[in-house]
């Protein structure tokens, strides 16, 4: 029987264990389409099929031709593609080759008819991933967070809230990525184009800081919603804020009155009606001089703000009537 046993596999050692080289550097792209499943199974394959093709159309029209040609651990997903390249790259991956795939889907798209429509998730990152040519390289946290950005809210829900007929691409690139790429000057596009948000997928425990970036805008791209949890609950807190009853205004401060012989002298804002009785006259007015009226002769309650004198000012006697 020990003729036939095979030898074991050399072990490995754990981490920690002893110090060794790190693998080499690689970008890595992600793509994904949307709404994949929602097309009839028969036609995934052909979706497979074309979002390959389309790669490669576009990194030609970019002028990378020899990046697409060199590509590393090249992977199928299905409803996506993924494949590591040289990092010193990276810079023409976010420009000009994001703006020519948006191209090249839309020119599909048009030409298609509407049968079939292929708007595309983009994430890029950069990390240490095995690449001796081996059947399993490309394997590494590197590349499982490359995944989780493409999974994650803010990029899916960007591309959810836009435009189909104008925006066809919505990339994502990693703090490192964006870090290295951008932030340091050495991609064709300015630092403004670019919007951080929180990268967070539903069911993982994933939440990394990461840097949207749309080619062709179109829709709601500023949406404070696209920004993930942390927003979404501050624009909760908003919203219930704003469903609360308008705040009552405080009761006005009563008008102190002061009375005089025969008269009533008003300071402040008055609410309601006004009564005066004396010995002479009942009246209803606004303000008394002596035995007289000095105004107009108001019947009933004089009801609401009283702002100023609401009758002429009569100087002097007025038992001599008008002159």
Partial sequence: MSQFRQPLPEASAGPHTR?????????????????????????????????????????????????????????????????????????????????????????????????????????????????????????????????????????KAILASSSENITQVAAILSDRCYQDAVASGYTGRHEDYFIEVPATVEGKRFDQRAWLYVPAPSGSLYDRRILGEHVVEEDRSTQADSDRPARQEPPRRSVTVTRADRGIINTGRVEGGQHLTNNEYDVAGDYVAGDHIAGDSVGGHKVGTVHGDLGDIVHGDKRGGGR
């Fill in 19 to 155: 110090s060794r080289p790190l693998p080499p550097y690689r970008g890595i792209v992600a793509v994904d389409a949307k709404d994949f499943t929602g097309y009839p199974a028969i036609e995934h394959g052909g979706i497979s099929r074309v979002i390959p093709q389309l790669l490669e159309e576009s990194f030609r029209r970019a002028e990378l031709g020899h990046v697409w040609d060199d590509r590393r651990f090249p992977n199928s997903t299905g409803d996506g593609y993924v494949f590591g390249f040289d990092p010193a790259a990276m810079p023409f991956f976010i420009h000009p080759w994001l703006n020519v795939l948006q191209s090249v889907l839309t020119e599909f798209n048009v030409n298609s008819t509407g049968a079939v429509r292929i708007r595309l998730r983009v994430s890029l990152h950069i990390g240490p991933l095995p690449d001796s040519g081996q059947e399993y390289d490309g394997n590494g946290t590197p590349r499982n967070d490359t995944h989780r950005l493409l999974d994650s809210r803010p990029v």
